[in-house]
């Protein structure tokens, strides 16, 4: 047994998260004392768990109870478990774990997991995007050493706040192959040949749902299934019937991290189109991207600069500009009619997959974590 000790803070669940996911599983695996600490306000019914993996309910009925109920129980969590390493999983979480946590001699890990500065959700909000640029500011440099999800990203916040060099763990999860894929064509009574399209991950706009609206009616033998769930739950339901999609678009609903891949894997066509509505999606590079290519599913990504760069190297897929309908009917058209193509970029994918996993991406960072040494 590792006599270190890791706390994971986190303004989310784990049970939807594979990157606070993976994090977890990677320390307790190799003997490490880990808690998480997590809170769930979306999720339907959700219960509270305690434990080691402990995730509260918070309620947004009002903002103020909300917040002062997350620092509260925050605060304490922080205060009240012994840790070595505490790793704040977001911007949310840095200043408790920066103030309290280095109050307790903890060393302080901040995930840098979007361009926080720049978020499209607070595009309209700009008092709120400007505390959140003075949270990072003030307190980025009170860790003792910054992880993102991108090269680029690194690049942002290096340059923005004159930090030492941060270290890229990108969003790849944990290798395997999928044995079952869950079977859509069954689940929802289709013919044989129709090819599925998947969305996968959280309900925003942004993602592309619109665009992919603005098309299916002129593609056939196709359905769209999206598997999330969001705060635009009801209003992308709400579109897809306007739009008279009914027949080819299912709400799948959220499904927890440890069986995702397993339904992931039912899919031909993986979706990760991000629109250029921030520099943090100009940025992206979405972990649902690297969970299509783990189990085989073509990506048709945005030709921003991350994705694509990992299309280029690695022939996983196709990638178009978000903002062109023709352009997005006619990849999404030769995906679908040409299974030639599809078998190609599928084999692509499971070779990429050696090489895209977190078992590699992590050993970046567990030196320093076991040995201080980086």
């Known amino acids: 047994m590792n006599d270190k000790s890791v706390l994971i803070v986190f303004l989310g669940n784990i049970h939807y998260d594979s990157r606070v996911t993976n994090f977890y599983k990677t320390f307790k695996d190799r003997g490490f004392k880990t808690r998480v600490v997590g809170f769930d306000w979306l999720t339907e019914n959700f219960k509270p768990e305690r434990g080691d993996v402990s995730v509260y309910k ?8 909300y917040y002062l109920r997350f620092v509260f129980i925050l605060s304490r969590r922080i205060l009240f478990t012994k840790a070595d390493f505490i790793f704040a999983e977001d911007i949310y979480t840095l200043p408790f774990a920066a103030i309290l946590g280095r109050l307790k001699g903890a060393k302080i890990i901040y995930d840098s997991r979007e361009v926080y500065g720049h978020l ?9 995007q400007s505390l959140l640029k003075w949270i990072e500011t003030t307190f980025i440099h009170s860790a003792y050493k910054t992880i993102t999800t991108g090269p680029l990203d690194s690049l942002h916040i290096e340059n923005a ?3 030492e060099k941060s270290i890229v763990i990108r969003n790849f999860p944990l290798y ?41 009616n002129e593609i056939h033998n196709c359905v769209l299934i999206i598997l999330g769930g969001g705060e635009y739950t ?20 959220k499904i927890p991290q440890h069986e995702l891949l ?12 991000i629109e250029n509505l921030s520099l943090s999606y100009y940025y992206a590079l979405p972990n649902k991207m690297f969970e299509y290519i783990l189990t085989g599913v073509p990506v048709l990504a ?60 992590i050993k970046k960072l567990l030196p320093f974590i076991e040995n201080n040494v980086l």
């Not at 918070?58 to 109870?65: E, Y």
């Not at 990638?319 to 193509?341: A, C």
Request: glycine letters at 6%.
């Open 58 to 65: 918070l309620k947004k009925t009002s903002s103020l109870v």
């Open 120 to 128: 499209a959700g607070l595009s309209k909000r700009k008092n709120l």
């Open 161 to 163: 706040y004159g930090i």
């Open 176 to 216: 395997c192959r999928i044995e079952n894929p869950f079977d859509f064509r069954k689940h929802y009574n289709l013919r044989v040949d129709t090819k599925i399209i998947l969305y996968q991950g959280v309900i925003l706009h942004g993602r592309g749902l619109k665009e992919i609206f603005n098309v299916l």
């Open 234 to 253: 009801e209003y992308y339901k709400k579109l897809s019937s306007e739009k008279g999609l009914d027949k080819i678009v299912f709400f799948f609903g």
């Open 262 to 273: 397993n339904y992931t894997a039912g899919a031909d066509i993986g979706l990760s189109i």
């Open 302 to 361: 945005s030709n921003f600069p991350q994705m694509k760069d990992i299309i280029d190297e690695f022939k996983v897929g196709l990638y178009i500009d978000p903002e062109n309908s023709d352009e997005l009917k006619k990849s999404l058209l030769r995906l679908i009619n040409d299974n030639n193509l599809r078998k190609e970029l599928s084999l692509n994918c499971f070779n990429a997959a050696k090489e895209l996993n977190w078992e590699k991406e």
